[in-house]
């Protein structure tokens, strides 16, 4: 009986940590790096409009071609909602892409 009990818990949490994930699509990934960028420009203080909007294309530039490695990898279904919420690129790495 304990053994049964056991195995339903275990098939439990392993669906409870699948639950609601899917592949990132393009448009999801494009939305993560935007998001990162925006939040780490924010971070090291560019104010700046014009100085601010050089660094995103650059930055979209350098990092454009990770979106390969980006495309696929599961994610939340959550994931626009918890974009959308972080306060920090840090909070994104670990709750909205964990």
């Given at each position: 009986m304990r053994s049964h009990v056991l195995l339903f818990a275990f098939l439990a949490v392993a669906e409870f940590s699948c639950c609601?994930?899917?592949h990132?699509?393009?448009?999801e990934c494009e939305s993560i790096l935007h998001r990162l960028i925006e939040l780490e420009l924010s971070e090291s203080g560019y104010?700046?409009?014009?100085?601010?909007?050089r660094w995103?294309?650059?930055?979209?530039?350098?990092?454009?071609?990770?979106?390969?490695?980006?495309r696929g990898r599961e994610v939340r279904g959550s994931l626009r909602t918890c974009l959308a919420t972080a306060r920090s690129s840090?909070?994104?790495?670990?709750?909205?892409?964990d």
């Open positions: 609601n994930r899917h990132a699509s393009a448009d104010r700046d409009p014009v100085l601010r909007t995103q294309q650059d930055l979209v530039r350098r990092f454009g071609p990770d979106l390969d490695r980006c840090e909070e994104i790495l670990h709750r909205c892409l």
